[in-house]
């Protein structure tokens, strides 16, 4: 389904970057929201506030070891539990590392381990017992890279998964049962068994070649660059170059977005084949879903934007502007009320956290931080009165813990 013809046609009612729809009346958050956003430039991570008295800056915690080095704090993710905050940096000598903090007072869990070059995205089990951690190689030969697993309890890498040329974006289904990376330059998706540790299915997002790939390359094909098996050692440049793939809340679909492309994919998970294609403006990035499936959020990194989609008629429901350019992360918020979106800015300018109210999809905050604010991951939210348990897979108690996004 095509639907950029839609996606202009609200951009002309309601104005270039415009809010489009009707616009709800704006109540004020009942709750406090945390965030946590790492500005990769700086060595900083930052917690972030969001509640009835507003957007606050919570807490700034510097982070790394090395001091002659910017280490690239990149990707974010929380225990399942709200306890820990999982952290990867892209660069070492030679490699980065992932560390693992208690969130709330931010203090170091133990020493980081090495994984791989450049680890990037990482997700975790739902029993937060395992990490999957892609070693996205930014800096190296475009040669096949890795997923790193990791045993979280005592921070030990027990395998390191080979699957393609600069692997990007991991999420675990909600099942816990598989693992699913974009790679950036071999236009895939790999699917990993997260109780073999290996490869079980790929996926080629590649433009007019769409569909299966056999899980293991053939001999001497390489990983299939420009997601077509068996192509030549060279790298061709990619037609859809995902960053970032999620499964649907439901299990049914993977969501892909093809940054070169400016288009998301569906996959059907039970067929393996292409459900629907969503028109995107330029360069989304970073994808998100509300807890129901009902709202899809994309970042536009080169178009300095955001693109909210209904899921179910696939209907662009809005463009907005980010608050400064390079568009990069994106959580909501376990009501599914907010978007949490995480701008980088150029050069020297600081990063910042917008937030965005999913009801007329106005951004209602913003937050400066650090330079090249990048992963992002929500923490916890509270009710006014600091009490309450509850989960955020169950979201009727007064405090909701979700686990969402990196870079």
């Given amino acids: 389904m095509n639907l950029w013809p839609y996606a202009l046609c609200v951009g002309m009612i309601a104005g270039a970057w415009g809010i489009a729809g009707p616009a709800a009346a704006q109540e004020p958050p009942r709750a406090d929201y945390y965030v946590y956003v790492g500005a990769e430039s700086e060595d900083l991570l930052h917690r972030i506030r969001f509640g009835p008295a507003g957007a606050v800056l919570?807490?700034?915690?510097p982070v790394g070891e090395i001091a002659v080095e910017t280490e690239g704090p990149h990707g974010l993710n929380i225990s399942p539990d709200g306890r820990f905050l999982f952290m990867t940096t892209g660069h070492g000598v030679p490699d980065g590392k992932l560390w693992?903090?208690?969130a709330g007072p931010d203090t170091l869990v133990g020493d980081p381990i090495l994984l791989g070059q450049f680890p990037a995205t990482l997700?975790?089990?739902p029993d937060g017992l395992y990490a999957f951690v892609t070693n996205f190689n930014l800096h190296g030969e475009m040669v096949p890279s890795s997923v790193s697993v990791v045993y979280t309890p005592d921070m030990i890498e027990v395998e390191?998964?080979?699957t393609c040329t600069m692997p990007h974006g991991a999420r675990i289904d909600a099942a816990g049962n598989f693992l699913y990376s974009a790679c950036m330059m071999d236009d895939?998706?790999?699917?990993?068994d997260t109780?073999?540790?290996a490869v079980s299915r790929r996926f080629s997002v590649a433009v007019d070649h769409e569909g299966a790939l056999p899980a293991e390359p053939p001999p001497g094909g390489g990983h299939?660059?420009?997601g077509i098996a068996g192509a030549s050692a060279g790298h061709t440049p990619p037609t859809c170059s995902p960053t970032w793939v999620v499964p649907t809340g439901n299990g049914h679909s993977l969501l892909v977005a093809c940054n070169r492309g400016d288009r998301i994919l569906e996959i059907d998970r039970e067929s393996w084949s292409l459900a629907r294609t969503f028109r995107t403006g330029r360069g989304p990035y970073n994808l998100a879903l509300t807890p129901d499936d009902a709202v899809l959020v994309a970042t536009l990194k080169q178009g300095a934007g955001v693109q909210f989609f209904d899921m179910e008629t696939g209907r662009t429901l809005a463009v907005a502007r980010s608050s400064t350019t390079v568009t990069h992360g994106v959580v909501t918020s376990p009501d599914g009320r907010y978007a949490f979106v995480s701008v980088e800015g150029v050069g020297a300018e600081p990063g910042k956290v917008d937030i965005f109210d999913l009801a007329d999809f106005s951004r209602v905050a913003e937050v400066e931080v650090g330079q090249q604010a990048g992963g992002i991951v929500f923490w916890k939210m509270v009710d006014s009165t600091g009490h309450g348990g509850g989960r955020a897979a169950q979201p009727t108690g007064t405090v909701m813990l979700s686990s969402s996004q990196e870079k």
């Fill in 224 to 226: 299939g660059h420009a």
């Fill in 58 to 61: 919570d807490r700034t915690i």
């Fill in 100 to 102: 693992k903090f208690h």
């Fill in 160 to 162: 390191r998964i080979e």
């Fill in 188 to 192: 895939q998706v790999v699917e990993i």
């Fill in 123 to 125: 997700d975790l089990t």
């Fill in 195 to 197: 109780r073999s540790f």
